[in-house]
């Protein structure tokens, strides 16, 4: 049966110091820290040390092929996205980490599949630079649940939006700049509660904003499992009808209704969510993901879904069918 694993990050091995090359700091860095490990740097700040399965290719489908998995969407780190620089850097850094992608793609067409990274705090600019993308090769663009604060239902990002449909562009929603991070630093909450909220913020930014229906084709995947939408859509769309002056101010329509017209990763670490998630979504809008290669991931490549007992039809959909449909691939072109 094909594997795809619709979520994973990689980093170029080698990176300028782009702080130095900017003129002004914030930007992350990586340098050596023992052999097979690096550290990703905040200017002369750590931020997490990486091993070289972040950014070896070739180690990392050794790694794959030994779980049964053949095929790696990969995307950048988010804390690479760097929406708070000026525009134009934030593109360069982009373009840099798209090319990084691409590469890895051409290099490697039946086992990698390469997602975007943009400017996001300019949106002519962030066009542009998706439409590089698309021409290099990239099947889709990762963006973050938040721009600065400003939510992905804002106006503003409509014509973005015009433009992954056009591209037939695939859309990966990852939770980052957690809100309230400064006030929960301690238990690593900002991962565990932030993260998990992050992206329910941008399901319900969206969905109330309309955009899943002022943009039909827009192929939309909110990562880990939908975070806190799906277990509390049960609230959300009660909110929208006890409260529709504060919440149904510009989509009337109940927010459980879009519930399988967009998708989400696999990644809830538990079966039970999972069968939840199941009933909720259906199989054909559930990819396997694993936010490989970090600790937090599901690191045994879907072992829990194997486990399951499902039938073949549901764990062909969760392995394979729904994230190429979600792509708009075909298992074809993996043979």
């Given at each position: 049966m094909l594997k795809i694993d619709s979520h994973t990050h990689i980093l170029p091995r080698v990176m300028p110091k782009w702080s130095e090359k900017f003129g002004y700091g914030g930007f992350i860095h990586l340098e050596v820290s023992r052999p097979g490990y690096a550290n990703m740097m905040r200017d002369d700040l750590f931020f997490r040390e990486i091993a070289s399965n972040c950014w070896d290719a070739e180690e990392r489908i050794e790694e794959y092929g030994k779980a049964g998995v053949q095929v790696q969407v990969v995307s950048t780190i988010p804390v690479m996205f760097a929406y708070w620089a000026k525009a134009r850097d934030a593109a360069d850094l982009a373009r840099f980490l798209n090319d990084h992608l691409a590469q890895i793609a051409r290099d490697h067409p039946k086992h990698y599949v390469g997602l975007a990274t943009v400017p996001m705090q300019d949106t002519d600019l962030a066009i542009e630079v998706l439409r590089e993308a698309h021409a290099a090769g990239l099947q889709g663009v990762q963006v973050g649940s938040n721009v600065n604060g400003l939510?992905?239902?804002?106006?503003?990002?409509?014509?973005?939006?015009?433009?992954?449909?056009?591209?037939?562009?695939?859309?990966?929603?990852?939770?980052?700049?957690?809100?309230?991070?400064?006030?929960?630093?301690?238990?690593?909450?900002?991962?565990?509660?932030?993260?998990?909220?992050?992206?329910?913020?941008?399901?319900?930014?969206?969905?109330?904003?309309?955009?899943?229906?002022?943009?039909?084709?827009?192929?939309?995947?909110?990562?880990?499992?939908?975070?806190?939408?799906?277990?509390?859509?049960?609230?959300?769309?009660?909110?929208?009808?006890?409260?529709?002056?504060?919440?149904?101010?510009?989509?009337?329509?109940?927010?459980?209704?879009?519930?399988?017209?967009?998708?989400?990763?696999?990644?809830?670490?538990?079966?039970?969510?999972?069968?939840?998630?199941?009933?909720?979504?259906?199989?054909?809008?559930?990819?396997?993901?694993?936010?490989?290669?970090?600790?937090?991931?599901?690191?045994?490549?879907?072992?829990?879904?194997?486990?399951?007992?499902?039938?073949?039809?549901?764990?062909?959909?969760?392995?394979?069918?729904?994230?190429?449909?979600?792509?708009?691939?075909?298992?074809?072109?993996?043979?």
């Open positions: 939510n992905l239902g804002d106006s503003r990002f409509a014509p973005f939006y015009e433009a992954c449909e056009e591209l037939s562009m695939s859309l990966f929603i990852h939770p980052w700049d957690m809100m309230g991070k400064a006030d929960m630093e301690k238990y690593w909450l900002p991962w565990l509660v932030g993260m998990p909220a992050e992206t329910s913020r941008a399901a319900c930014s969206m969905i109330f904003a309309g955009v899943l229906d002022k943009h039909p084709k827009l192929r939309v995947l909110f990562s880990h499992a939908g975070g806190s939408f799906l277990p509390t859509i049960g609230r959300i769309k009660h909110g929208h009808a006890c409260r529709p002056d504060l919440v149904a101010i510009d989509n009337e329509n109940a927010p459980d209704t879009y519930l399988g017209k967009f998708w989400v990763d696999s990644i809830t670490h538990d079966p039970r969510l999972l069968r939840y998630i199941l009933e909720m979504q259906g199989a054909d809008r559930i990819c396997m993901g694993t936010d490989y290669p970090f600790p937090l991931g599901d690191l045994e490549f879907g072992q829990f879904i194997e486990d399951m007992a499902l039938n073949d039809s549901t764990r062909m959909q969760l392995f394979s069918g729904s994230v190429l449909s979600w792509l708009g691939m075909h298992a074809s072109q993996f043979d």
